[in-house]
Nanobody
């Protein structure tokens, strides 16, 4: 069974950068779609970015042009490079995997494997 562990979160000033990592254990042979989600206090969980070798990459409008999702060559690590961070980006960030085939879109219920989350705080 695939397990995901996020790391790289922290506290940064507005305009700063962070790189989040998601290490996967177990077989990812059946996994093509992976993504990042986030949830801020008092708000619903929202999709941030997804990637799939067939469907490509997607980004939420709020992070497009600032965040980049990528996957290591070995296929067991997912990254989220965040630049020009804003206070509105403050949230718990979760790595997720969709092990079933089909569309790779930012719909949380379609993802069946989740990490524990890593906190990102953007403030002065």
């Amino acid at each position: 069974q695939v397990q995901l562990v996020e790391s790289g979160g922290g506290s940064v000033q507005p305009g700063g950068s962070l790189r989040l990592s998601c290490a996967a254990s177990g077989s990812l042979a059946s996994t093509t779609c992976m993504g990042w989600f986030r949830q801020a206090p008092g708000k619903e969980r929202e999709g941030v970015a997804t990637m799939d070798p067939v469907y490509g990459k997607t980004y939420a409008d709020s992070v497009k042009g600032r965040f980049t999702i990528s996957r290591g060559s070995a296929g067991n690590t997912l990254y989220l490079d965040m630049t020009r961070l804003q206070p509105e980006d403050t949230a718990m960030y979760y790595c997720a995997a969709k092990t079933t085939p089909g569309y790779c879109v930012q719909v949380g219920r379609l993802f069946d494997r989740w990490g524990q989350g890593t906190q990102v705080t953007v403030s002065s």
